[in-house]
Structure formats: C-alpha cells, structure tokens
C-alpha cells in the first residue's frame, strides 16, 4: 500500500480500497483537496461487466433504516428496483408507491422465499429487516447467486455473522456491510492524509467516543394496519408492539450498542490499526421500565499499540442528548482528531510540542480554524498546570449527497468493476470478512456488562 500523496485523489480505508473514478469526478466539493491514494489487499472486483450497465434490485425491509437507504438509491443512476419485501402492508404501500413516483414498478411481496422464487432477473439484494433476521435473509439471498448490500449488525449473533462470510466465500457473491463510515470522503481523507500520511497524532495514547440521544417514546402503529398473531409469530415477534420497537429487545437485537455504537466502535480498531485486547463494560435497565436491552453503556477497550496500550471509552446514552451529539475522538501526544458525520463537530487540535503543520495546511490537508476570542475579563485565576488552549485546525471537503450514498455506491461500483481513481476496478470498503473482524469486539459489550467483567480477546477470535 502506497501512502505518497498524489493530487486531486480520492482513497479508499485502511481495510478498503478506492472509490470510483466516476464517483470521485461527482464529488466536486472533494476535487483538489489533497487526497491520498490507497489501496487494500483483500477487497473484491466483478468482472466481465459494463461500469455503466443497469442494476436490478430487490428492497428486503422497508422500515425507517430501508426507506434511508431507498431514498440514497434514488439519486444513483442506473438502479432499477424490481421487487421490495416486507411483512407489513403499511410499508409495503409506502415503498411501492415512493418508488412509482420515481419511475419504478415493482412486485411486492411478503416473504423473501417467494421473492426468489419469482423474480430470476435481479443482480442485487439491498437487506435492511430488523438485526435477527440480517443473517438468514442475506444468507439465502447470497445461494440464490445475489449481491448483497446488508446493514448492521450483520446479525444478533455472532453465529450468523460468521453464517453471512461463509455463505459469502460460498457464493463467490460481493457482500458489503453498512458500516457506511468506512466510505465517508471525510472519514477517509482523516484516515489516509492526517494518521497515516501526515502522522499529526504523533503517538497515539487514548480515544474516546459517544451517541447521546434524548428520550423518546416507543413507536406505534396506526391501528388498522396491525398484523395478525399468526403473521407476527411466524416472523419471531410477540405482538405489533415488539414487531415496531425490535431495538430493544434481547432476542431480536443488541440493544443500543449494536444500534448506535456499533458505527462507531468500528472506527477504534480503523483508526488506531489493531484489533483490542480486551474489554470492560457496565449497563442497565435504568430508564425504559418496558424495555429489555440496556438504554446506557458504558465501555472501555484495550488496543495493544507498539509504544503501549491505548484506551478507548465509549459510551451510548438514550434519555439524554447531553455532551455534545455523536462524534470519535482520537488522542496523540502530538494532536487529537475529533470526527462525526456531522461536519460541525470535525475538528483536528495540534499539541504545542508537535513539528509545525504549516507544510501540510499547504498540501490542503487542513486548514487553520479562526481563533475563539479571548475572554474580555477573567473571573479567576487558571491553575498553572493547566495547558493552555490548543491551536484548532479544520479538514476541508464536504460531503454533498447522503451520508449513506458514498457506501451504496462504493457497492455498486464494485459489483460493475467500475475504474477506481488508479484505474484498477473499484473494491469493496467494508466486505463481509472485514465487517465480521470489525463486529467481534462489539458482540462482546453485552456479555462483559452482564457478567460484569474484563473479557479478553484472542487472535483467533478475529479469525474466520
């Protein structure tokens, strides 16, 4: 892997490779700002097909995250939508009629076995059903010879992650996993210019990271639309009230870690280059007297680095959106880099003892942020060990379209082949071996607050 800057490129992650040329060109806003070029061992290319050619798609699952994902589909060019599945009629009738004002006529259904009885005509599955049923619907979607985009988890077990990547290995078939992060242009040009280019961290020695959300209430259902006992049994629900609100319980999902934290816990072992050693974490049932996952966690990881182990916490709360929103933060002895797909909380800190960065706010790596104003009075005396304010830099580029889109499309030009910035096909960001390696650490949070001790981690536990 090649980490020399080269101008005007777009990259790919440390455990992914380039976006598409095309992609790139579309991305005005990211044009000349520096990228560095990167590519990975391990992704996958699909020959033997046009860049340009049609795509035909089924939609599993059109509940909130479903119609995220249809909406970010609808401004890619060349998809067409065949068929969407749901077991509801209330989504059903939505899915089908959004996606007839857009100019596709699709069949619906209501079990995906009779989807891939019928329709012998699609290249790709796009799953977004609850976590528990991620794995068997990928699974059979990936032997009936599909593509397929799943989002995450892959499961609620780590069973059927490991089910999903050998049915993946199986098939031959791209699986591609929503850790969407992993195609984010910001998250990329932080990954490839600032840690592994420029090294403006210095040494890494810590990170921490949050999803605070405030309370809400459990979702309803409007009341004619309910489905019947037998239906929801046969597709694993109690009743209308579990069928709308699966986050929250145990059977079904992995509660707020799996939903919220899992997109960011990804990140830890991305950014700092190695798998944790360990992990410690404590939860409860504190608020939700109704719900059975725990709606706060708090958790703290052990990543062996070479000049010692770095800690990173994390913590996910759901009756509070206090502490400033959803963000990582990555701690050097040299600069710290604060990141979230929102590009308001993006910022990089350089430490007084750091090289000077001037040379890479030349390269457009960054840019020096304005100077907060001095306070005009100070109201006391600052203790003298107290480090003073840290010069504020920002990462140029914006991200114009979705923040799922860069991923989908990451997905789709890959199943084309379509030229990477390098001229080599397009491969995937976050496949299923790399996802599953990425979601170990996170199947092990629940079961660390429950017993209410360190787990440690093996290195064949990364392997599969």
């Known amino acids: 892997m090649s980490d020399q800057p080269l101008p005007a490129a777009t990259s790919g992650t440390a455990a992914a490779p380039l976006l598409s040329r095309r992609r790139f060109l579309a991305t005005s806003a990211m044009a000349g700002a520096g990228f560095v070029l990167a590519r990975a061992p391990f992704a996958i290319a699909q020959p033997g097909r046009s860049p340009n050619s049609e795509l035909n798609l089924a939609l599993v699952g059109l509940g909130a995250q479903?119609?995220?994902?249809?909406?970010?589909?609808?401004?890619?060019?060349?998809?067409?939508?065949?068929?969407?599945?749901?077991?509801?009629?209330?989504?059903?009738?939505?899915?089908?009629?959004?996606?007839?004002?857009?100019?596709?006529?699709?069949?619906?259904?209501?079990?995906?076995?009779?989807l891939l009885a019928k329709e012998k005509d699609l290249d790709a599955a796009i799953i977004a059903t609850p976590d528990f049923w991620h794995s068997p619907h990928t699974v059979a979607c990936l032997r009936a010879g599909l593509h397929v985009y799943c989002e995450k988890m892959m499961s609620n077990t780590i069973e059927g992650a490991r089910k999903m990547v050998e049915a993946m290995d199986a098939s031959g078939k791209l699986l591609q996993i929503g850790h969407q992060r992993r195609s984010n242009p910001r998250y990329l040009r932080v990954y490839h210019n600032l840690i592994q280019t420029a090294k403006l961290q210095g040494k890494f020695v810590g990170a921490n990271a949050q999803w605070n959300r405030a309370v809400t209430d459990d979702l309803g259902w409007p009341k004619a639309y309910a489905l019947k006992p037998d239906i929801l049994a046969k597709y694993g629900y109690r009743d209308m009230h579990q069928f709308r609100n699966w986050r929250w319980f145990r059977d079904l999902s992995g509660g707020p870690i799996s939903d919220l934290g899992a997109h960011q816990i990804d990140i830890f072992a991305w950014f700092l280059g190695v798998n944790p050693s360990s992990v410690f974490a404590s939860g409860g049932v504190d608020y939700y007297k109704t719900h059975e996952w725990y709606d706060n966690v708090m958790v703290v990881y052990e990543f062996p680095l070479p000049h010692g182990t770095a800690r990173a916490f994390y913590q996910v709360?759901?009756?509070?959106?206090?502490?400033?929103?959803?963000?990582?933060?990555?701690?050097g002895d040299e600069g710290s880099i604060t990141i979230s797909e929102n590009p308001k909380l993006t910022k990089v800190f350089r430490e007084d003892r750091a090289p000077d960065w001037e040379p890479w706010v030349q390269k457009n790596f960054l840019r020096k942020a304005a100077a907060a104003p001095e306070p005009e009075q100070k109201s006391g005396v600052v203790d003298i060990r107290e480090t003073k304010a840290l010069a504020a830099y920002?990462?140029?580029?914006?991200?114009?379209?979705?923040?799922?889109?860069?991923?989908?499309?990451?997905?789709?030009?890959?199943?084309?082949?379509?030229?990477?910035?390098?001229?080599?096909?397009?491969?995937?960001?976050?496949?299923?071996?790399?996802?599953?390696i990425s979601e170990v650490p996170i199947y092990h949070v629940n079961p660390a607050a429950a017993a209410r001790k360190l787990i440690t981690f093996k290195p064949e536990d990364f392997v599969i």
Not at 89 to 100: I, V
Not at 394 to 421: C, M, S, W
């Open 66 to 114: 479903g119609r995220i994902l249809m909406d970010a589909m609808l401004n890619i060019p060349g998809l067409k939508f065949r068929a969407i599945c749901d077991i509801w009629p209330y989504a059903q009738q939505y899915g089908r009629n959004k996606l007839k004002k857009a100019g596709h006529d699709v069949n619906v259904y209501s079990d995906l076995d009779d």
């Open 317 to 331: 709360q759901t009756a509070t959106s206090s502490g400033g929103g959803y963000f990582e933060n990555f701690m």
């Open 394 to 436: 920002e990462v140029p580029g914006i991200l114009n379209k979705p923040i799922h889109q860069p991923h989908l499309e990451n997905f789709f030009d890959t199943l084309r082949g379509a030229p990477a910035y390098d001229g080599k096909p397009t491969r995937l960001t976050c496949d299923g071996r790399h996802a599953y």
